[in-house]
C-alpha cells in the first residue's frame, strides 16, 4: 500500500476513493478500522469513520486507531479526508484530528484544503466557495449537524488548532511547485504549523502534488487526491474501476436535507415515481422509538408492493424551516440520532425485501445505513456524478451501493444513478 487514507465519514471516503481510482490507484474502503491486515494487493485504502460530529476526543482516538492500522500495512503517506464544505464546528473535529496525526507522525508541517473545483468548491484568498456564493451563503450556515458561518478557512482552522495557521495563496500557486515549495520553506520557517490552499481548478491541484510527496501528512478534501497518485509514477487506468453486474431490487433511502438533495427528492417525485415520507412532527413526545417502529413497518409494507416495479424512494428529507422545527421539538441530535435510526432500520427491511442496489443519500444516513446492513469495506467503480461512484459490497450480499454526499449530483441523480449502474455492469 502507498498511500493511507483516514476520512472523517462514509460519503466523503468514497468520495476520496473515486478521485483515487480516476487518477490511476486501486482503492479499497473500509468502513471503521480494519481488525485483520489488508488482503487484497491495493495502491490505497482509506479508511472511513464517522467522526466529523462525534466529540473531538473520540474523533481523535478513531483516527489514530485508524493510522496505527495504516502505518502497519506499509502506507508511507498519510491523508485525512474532510467535507469540502470544511464540515466543523470551533471544538473541531478537523483542527484536533490534524494535531494528533501530526503529532503521531512526528510533522511539523501540513497543508489544509477543502478545494474540489470538479464540484465547484474553490479556496481564493483563504475563502472556500461552494459554487459561486461563499460557504456561508450556500445553504451550509443552516447545517443541522456542523452550520458553516464563516467562509474564511484561516479564521475557522485557527479556532480549532493550537499551531498557527498560514496561507498558501493564489499568487503563490499561479508560480507553480517550485514557488509552492519555497512558500511551504518559508511558512514553516515563521512557525506555521497548518497552511489553508488556495486552488481554483485542477491545474492548481497538479501543481500542488509534487509538492506535497514528502509530506508525511496531507489533510484536504478530495480534490487533492488528483495530483498525488503521479507522485508513484501512476496515471488514469479504465479496469479500476470494474465491478460485477447490478442484480436485485433498487431502493433509494434519503436522509440529507442539503439544498441538493432536497432537489433531487423534489425532481424523483415530480417524475411520478414513488416515494414514501417520514414526518418527524407527527411523532409526539414519549415513546419516540416505538413509533419510529410503527413508521418503519408502514414504509416497508408500502414498499413491498412496489420493489418488483422499480426503484422506491424512503425519505426524511425536508427543507431547512421544517427541520428546525422538528429539532426544536425533538432536540437537534435526539432528531439525527432518531431519524438515522429510522432509516437504518427501513435499510435492514429493504434488504429483507430483496434490494441489492442501494441510493443512499446524506453522510451521516449513509453510515447509519451502512453500519446496520453490517458492509464492512467496498470496491470502487465508476463515477456517477463528481465525488459520488457506484461501489460493490459483496458481503452480506448487500450488492451495490452509491454514498451520496449532501450537496452531490445532478437533480436527477436518483434516476441517472440507477440508469448507468444498469449499463455498467462487467
Ligand atoms: P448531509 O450529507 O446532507 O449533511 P446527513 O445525513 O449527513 O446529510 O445529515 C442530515 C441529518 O439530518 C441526519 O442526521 C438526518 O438523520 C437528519 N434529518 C434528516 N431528515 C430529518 C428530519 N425530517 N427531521 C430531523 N432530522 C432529520
Redesign the pocket.
Known amino acids: 500500500m502507498k498511500l493511507g487514507c483516514i476520512a472523517d465519514?462514509f460519503?466523503g471516503a468514497t468520495d476520496l476513493a473515486n478521485n483515487l481510482v480516476r487518477s490511476g490507484m486501486r482503492v479499497m474502503q473500509t468502513f471503521g478500522v480494519p481488525t485483520a491486515p489488508l488482503s487484497s494487493d491495493v495502491d490505497a485504502v482509506v479508511v472511513a469513520l464517522k467522526s466529523r460530529t462525534i466529540p473531538a476526543a473520540e474523533a481523535v482516538a478513531q483516527s489514530l486507531d485508524a493510522l496505527k492500522w495504516l502505518k502497519a500495512q506499509g502506507a508511507t503517506q498519510i491523508y485525512f479526508k474532510y467535507c469540502s464544505t470544511f464540515?466543523s464546528t470551533p471544538a473541531g473535529n478537523i483542527g484536533p484530528v490534524t494535531e494528533a496525526l501530526m503529532d503521531a507522525l512526528n510533522c511539523k508541517f501540513t497543508i489544509a484544503t477543502p478545494a474540489f473545483p470538479d464540484n465547484g468548491r474553490t479556496v481564493f484568498k483563504g475563502y472556500l466557495f461552494a459554487g459561486p456564493v461563499l460557504l456561508n451563503e450556500s445553504g451550509m450556515q443552516n447545517?443541522?449537524?456542523t452550520p458553516m458561518t464563516d467562509a474564511n478557512l484561516v479564521r475557522v482552522m485557527q479556532a480549532q488548532t493550537q499551531r498557527k495557521v498560514g496561507l498558501i495563496d493564489h499568487t503563490v500557486m499561479a508560480l507553480g511547485t517550485a514557488a509552492i515549495e519555497d512558500k511551504i520553506r518559508q511558512l514553516e520557517s515563521e512557525g506555521v504549523g497548518v497552511a489553508i490552499v488556495d486552488a481554483t481548478n485542477n491545474d492548481d491541484l497538479k501543481k500542488l502534488g509534487p509538492a506535497l510527496k514528502n509530506m508525511a501528512l496531507v489533510t484536504a478534501g478530495s480534490g487533492v487526491a488528483i495530483g498525488l497518485p503521479l507522485n508513484w509514477g501512476l496515471t488514469s487506468s479504465a479496469h479500476a474501476s470494474a465491478l460485477p453486474k447490478a442484480q436485485g431490487y433498487q431502493a433509494i433511502v434519503s436522509?440529507?436535507?442539503?439544498l441538493a438533495?432536497q432537489g433531487q427528492v423534489a425532481h424523483y417525485k415530480a417524475m411520478g415515481l414513488p416515494s414514501w415520507q417520514?414526518?418527524?412532527m407527527s411523532w409526539s413526545a414519549g415513546d419516540v422509538p416505538t413509533q419510529i417502529k410503527a413508521d418503519v413497518a408502514k414504509a416497508l409494507a408500502w414498499a413491498q408492493a412496489l420493489l418488483a416495479q422499480g426503484p422506491v424512494l424512503i425519505?426524511?428529507?425536508?427543507d431547512a424551516q421544517?427541520?428546525q422545527q422538528?429539532?426544536a421539538k425533538?432536540g437537534r441530535e435526539q432528531?439525527?440520532?432518531?431519524?438515522?435510526s429510522?432509516?437504518a432500520q427501513v435499510s435492514v427491511g429493504l434488504q429483507a425485501l430483496g434490494v441489492k442496489q442501494w441510493v443512499i443519500?446524506?453522510?451521516?444516513?449513509?453510515?447509519?445505513c451502512v453500519q446496520a446492513l453490517r458492509i464492512s469495506q467496498m470496491q470502487i467503480g465508476e463515477q456517477i456524478d463528481p465525488g459520488v461512484p457506484w461501489c460493490y459490497a459483496p458481503q452480506h450480499e448487500a450488492g451495490h451501493l452509491t454514498l451520496?454526499?449532501?450537496?452531490f449530483g445532478t437533480p436527477d441523480f436518483f434516476t441517472k444513478a440507477f440508469n448507468i449502474l444498469a449499463g455498467a455492469g462487467a
Open positions: 465519514d460519503t464540515d447545517h443541522p449537524l436522509g440529507s436535507c442539503s438533495t417520514f414526518l418527524p425519505y426524511a428529507t425536508t421544517t427541520l422538528v429539532q425533538l432528531a439525527s440520532a432518531w431519524m438515522e429510522a432509516l443519500a446524506g453522510g451521516e444516513t449513509s453510515g447509519a451520496k454526499s449532501g450537496n
